[in-house]
């Protein structure tokens, strides 16, 4: 974000030029099953294949595991006076939670676990806002323009320091 004066003394334009939020999704397993295929009783066959019935064997796998991100940026410029607040929205994700639900046991017997068993799908929706107030500070702490004591964090004891002096 970047703001700058005007020629109006109490506004500010703000310019939110690369505002962006990366998500991690998950990971995707790009990886593989290792097998074994022997035919007959040698692991190994090289030239002509003459028995017709290969047998394979899982011996492990190797999990290559990619991470997924999601980025969302948002483009924006606005111009306040001193105590404004604005609302940036629209920053909106998007997922399918699928959930499987069964009871113990029943759930898992062939025909009859069918009765057992439900699924079922749910959309659920992220929407992230941002509020930004405008506050105009001189160099030592003061606000610019104090005449907001009806806000109790910019009020400080009847002050209008924001923090405090520099000695």
């Known amino acids: 974000m970047k703001a700058q004066s005007t020629s ?4 500010v334009d703000l310019d939110f ?10 990971f995707v397993d790009y990886g593989a099953l290792i097998s074994s295929v022997s035919i007959g009783d040698s692991p190994y066959i090289s030239g002509t294949l003459t028995t017709v019935n290969p047998t394979q064997t899982l011996i492990g796998s190797a999990p290559f595991l990619v991470p997924i991100f999601s980025k969302r940026s948002l483009q924006s410029r606005v111009r306040l006076l001193d105590g404004e607040t604005v609302g940036l929205g629209g920053l909106i994700s998007e997922s399918v939670q699928m959930v499987d639900d069964k009871v113990p046991g029943l759930g898992d017997m062939p025909v009859v676990g069918r009765l057992f068993r439900s699924e079922a799908s749910q959309k659920i929706k992220f929407n992230l806002v941002i509020f930004c107030t405008v506050r105009i500070i001189e160099p030592d702490g003061k606000l610019t323009f104090p005449d907001d004591e009806s806000n109790p964090e910019y009020a400080q004891a009847g002050s209008a320091e924001m923090m405090p002096s520099v000695p």
Request: charged share 35%; net charge negative.
């Open 8 to 11: 109006i003394p109490r506004a």
């Open 17 to 26: 030029t690369k505002l962006q939020v990366e998500d991690f999704e998950g």
